[in-house]
């Protein structure tokens, strides 16, 4: 070896080593992660930063991950504006336990998918989430008795359940700092996936519905296809970004797309999931297929992760047995969650929010179609197409909303002892008003009334979901990122199927609301976002303004 030979990788191996102790230096320690995964992440969030930036297979999985956001509210709201119809055709003895049905499933989606993208990776559950959800909704429409539909239902729910918190882990991971903020942007697509169900039902289930004057079981099927059609049509927008944007009723090309999904958009596995694995050089791999497709090139190499471990070679890609004996090994994702007193009060608290918004939320939202139709039965007014136009209307007021907490989630951020701003002020704030907007709904006497309260409502509800789904995955660091986020989806899952037990614990045996017995659950749901908000203001940590590990 030449003595020029030997200078360079003694100059190579001191700048490894001098990087090291520069991003270590930078850096505080971060709770529930080890120093030498602390330090590759920094290794890699510089890289983001300031070489591969937010291009152009950045807005590529914004726009696949927001269709995933979308396609999901597309079947959370589709199950909530079809329960009239459902009722008045099938008429069961509560139509209340669809949305049990659906929750019992959203229960074990959620902390299954949310804990194999920690441990089998982000990608496969990724892709295996949607094609599950749209699947078993499609099967729903068709359902020939409320047994059946139920049962379809709830797998349907074991698809979308893991779906939000993989796509929202996914895509945290493979932006920069810079724009950590899009996160929040995201639920813009929850609110579109409202809108749109709202404008199908109107279409469809206004124009081909049973007059409600006809008592529920009396309804023929082909008198009342309008909720069939609209749950078809929600499977063909769900699989809007699976199939190369061409939406299809074909079985044949149903599944032809679903195979174009894994190779036109081409989503690359989580560098930072990669090197908490031991699998460095396979992160590299990543981010050097990133920064192309961005018409960028990265500096990092290799050795620069080897360097902060000490090793010299990266583990293998593991088997499927492998996958399947690390699915049995979850429990040791939780334990770094409570590692220290700050972030175990931290993780305790953002799991009850969680849990309490999954009570308050659907207890109004999951029948907001019944209360708004039951409203305007108390004013004179009953038509089915008019409920459909206010829900759609209600559904509108979700954007800005979304947009809104955009904006100020990191907003000027003062640099004195108080911070002005924040995740946690956005979320606090934007939780009390939906209390409060609905404490006002329960007072409201007139059509109009209802509406406004309601619209406002919507706006301060997708605001607080926007800031709470980027707030979330923040918090957990990589590791143990999908185990976080499942525990609180789950419970947010499990508030989800408390839900309907206090509707049929507040209204009439038929299930249907009327003018004063649909201000009970709404009342309850007003109390749990206003204790949501308290406790908010009781996290100990904040986010904004932090590289997400």
């Known amino acids: 070896m030449s003595a020029a030979q030997e200078k360079s990788d003694a100059a190579v191996e001191e700048k490894q080593v001098t990087l090291s102790y520069d991003i270590l230096s930078q850096a505080g320690h971060v709770e529930g992660v080890g120093r030498d995964y602390e330090l590759k992440c920094n290794l890699i969030n510089r890289c983001f930063q300031e070489e591969i930036g937010f291009g152009r297979y950045q807005w590529q999985l914004f726009v696949i991950t927001g269709l995933g956001w979308l396609a999901d509210n597309l079947w959370l709201q589709g199950l909530a504006i079809v329960l009239p119809q459902v009722q008045q055709e099938l008429n069961p003895v509560r139509v209340e336990y669809a949305v049990l049905a ?206 902060v471990s000490g090793a010299t070679t990266s583990k293998p890609v593991p088997n499927l047995s492998t996958n399947v004996r690390n699915v049995f090994s979850g429990i040791s994702h939780i334990r770094p969650l409570f590692s220290s007193r700050r972030l175990a009060i931290n993780t305790t608290l953002i799991i009850i929010i969680w849990g309490l918004i999954g009570i308050a939320y659907p207890l109004f939202n999951a029948y907001l179609p019944l209360y708004l139709s039951a409203q305007g039965s108390a004013s004179g007014s009953s038509s089915v197409s008019e409920t459909y136009r206010n829900y759609s209307i209600v559904s ?95 419970l947010n899952r499990i508030g989800g199927f408390i839900a309907p037990l206090i509707k049929i614990a507040t209204t009439p045996l038929s299930g249907s609301a009327s003018a004063n017995t649909a201000n009970s659950p709404v009342f309850v749901s007003a109390a749990l976002f206003m204790v949501a908000a308290v406790l908010t203001i009781l996290l100990p940590i904040e986010t904004a303004g932090r590289m997400a590990l």
């Open 102 to 307: 659906e929750f019992a499933g959203l229960i074990v989606g959620a902390t299954t998918w949310g804990i194999m993208a920690d441990l089998i990776g982000r990608r496969l559950s990724f892709n295996i989430t949607l094609f599950l959800s749209g699947l078993f909704g499609l099967a729903a429409a068709g359902a020939p008795n409320f047994v059946a539909f139920c049962s379809l239902i709830a797998c349907m729910g074991f698809g979308v359940g893991g779906n939000l918190p993989v796509d929202g882990a996914l895509y945290l991971e493979h932006i920069p700092q810079s724009h950590q903020w899009t996160l929040t942007l995201l639920s813009v697509w929850w609110a579109l996936g409202q809108l749109v169900a709202s404008l199908i039902s109107w279409g469809f289930i206004a124009n081909f519905s049973c007059n409600p004057s006809i008592p529920s079981g009396q309804c023929a099927t082909s008198a009342n296809m309008g909720w069939r059609y609209t749950l078809y049509t929600l499977y063909v927008l769900h699989y809007f970004r699976q199939f190369c944007l061409i939406p299809q009723l074909s079985g044949a090309l149903t599944l032809l797309m679903f195979v174009c999904r894994f190779f036109v958009f081409d989503v690359q596995e989580s560098s930072k999931f990669l090197v908490a694995q031991g699998r460095d050089e396979e992160a590299i791999k990543v981010l050097e297929h990133i920064a192309r497709r961005n018409g960028k090139f990265i500096t990092l190499k290799l050795e620069d992760l080897q360097a």
């Open 396 to 490: 509108v007021l979700g954007i800005p909303g979304s947009l809104i907490a955009c904006a100020t989630v990191d907003y000027t951020r003062g640099t004195g002892r108080w911070l002005v701003g924040g995740r946690k002020l956005v979320l606090a704030l934007s939780t009390m008003l939906t209390g409060l907007f609905l404490f006002l709904f329960t007072t409201s006497q007139t059509t109009a009334a209802v509406l406004g309260y309601s619209c406002a409502s919507g706006l301060t509800q997708n605001a607080m979901y926007g800031v709470l789904y980027a707030y979330t995955p923040e918090v957990f660091p990589a590791p143990h990122r999908g185990t976080g986020d499942a525990l609180c989806s789950a």
